[in-house]
C-alpha cells in the first residue's frame, strides 16, 4: 500500500512509513465457506482506523487473527514488528504485553472487583511489587474518566457504559502501542456511545495511541476515525479517509451511509 492517509488534523502520514499492524493476503475458510479471500492492509502508528462490513464478513473473526487467537487459513499478520503465525509461544506472550483489546460485551470477570479486573494484566504479565499495582489500578480508572471509588464495585453494579469504561481501563492497563475495540459502542445509549468515542480520540491524540476499531456505528465514524476499511465479499473494497469511503460507488457502502445517515 503506497498511498498516503490523512489524519483527521490534515497531516498526512504514509500507510508505508510506520506501520504498527501489516495485514497480507489473509483467507479464513469455516469448512467450505470463504470468509476472508485475500484480505490485505496496513495500519500506520497513531491513528484511529475503523473496519466495517455487513454481518457475516467477519469482521471480530479478522481481529482475532491479528491478535493470534485464530489462525487463517493461509497469509500473514505482522503485529507490532513480529510476525503473529510464525513466533513461538514467548515471543507472542511478549507481543500481548504491548496491545490492549477490549471485546464487544467487556469481557470483564464477573466474580472480581472492578479494581481487581483492571489488575489481572498487571499480575498476569508483570514483574510489579503488589503495593504498586492498586496506585496503578487507579491510574487507569481516572484514564478511562471513572472516579477512584469505582474499584471497589462488582462489574454487575455499574451501567452497560462504566462497564466498557472499565473494561477499557483493564485493556490500557500495560500501556500498549496498538488497541483493538470490537463494538465498544454496541448496546449504549447514545449519550455513553459518545462520551465513549470522545475519551477513545483523547487517549488516541494525548498517549500517541493506535486504535483499531470493529464498528457498525457511524457516529462513531464521523466523530472520531481518521481511516476508514470496508470488507464485503471476502475482501477489502475500501480504504480511505471517511469522505473518501463515502463517496465509493459500490452499493453496499452507499446503502449503509444512506439507511444510517443522521436525521435533519
Do not use: C
Not at 479471500?37 to 473496519?51: T, Y
Amino acid at each position: 500500500m503506497d498511498k498516503d492517509t490523512v489524519n483527521r488534523d490534515g497531516t498526512a502520514v504514509s500507510a508505508v512509513e510506520d506501520p504498527v499492524l501489516q495485514v497480507e493476503g489473509i483467507v479464513t475458510r469455516f469448512g467450505a465457506t470463504t470468509i476472508h479471500d485475500g484480505i490485505s492492509f496496513d495500519v500506520p502508528r497513531g491513528q484511529v482506523v475503523a473496519l466495517i462490513g455487513g454481518s457475516g464478513t467477519g469482521k471480530s473473526v479478522l481481529v482475532r487473527e491479528i491478535i493470534g487467537l485464530l489462525r487463517p487459513a493461509a497469509g500473514s499478520v505482522r503485529l507490532l514488528g513480529v510476525d503473529v503465525w510464525n513466533s513461538g509461544p514467548g515471543e507472542l506472550s511478549r507481543l500481548r504485553r504491548r496491545f490492549g483489546m477490549l471485546f464487544q460485551d467487556g469481557a470483564l470477570f464477573s466474580s472480581l472487583t472492578v479494581a481487581e479486573n483492571i489488575a489481572v494484566p498487571f499480575r498476569e504479565h508483570g514483574t510489579l511489587p503488589a503495593a504498586l499495582i492498586p496506585p496503578l489500578v487507579g491510574f487507569k480508572l481516572s484514564l478511562a474518566g471513572l472516579p477512584p471509588e469505582t474499584g471497589a464495585k462488582m462489574p454487575a453494579e455499574l451501567s452497560g457504559g462504566m462497564r466498557k469504561r472499565v473494561a477499557l481501563a483493564r485493556a490500557l492497563a500495560l500501556e500498549p502501542e496498538i488497541l483493538f475495540l470490537d463494538e465498544p459502542t454496541s448496546g449504549l445509549d447514545p449519550i455513553s456511545a459518545r462520551a465513549f468515542d470522545n475519551l477513545v480520540r483523547v487517549l488516541s491524540d494525548a498517549l500517541g495511541l493506535t486504535v483499531f476499531i470493529v464498528t457498525h456505528d457511524l457516529d462513531t465514524l464521523l466523530s472520531i476515525v481518521d481511516r476508514v476499511i470496508v470488507l464485503s465479499g471476502g475482501r477489502v473494497i475500501a480504504d480511505g479517509t471517511v469522505g473518501e469511503v463515502k463517496g465509493s460507488g459500490d452499493p453496499w457502502i452507499r446503502d449503509y451511509f444512506s439507511a444510517r445517515a443522521p436525521a435533519g
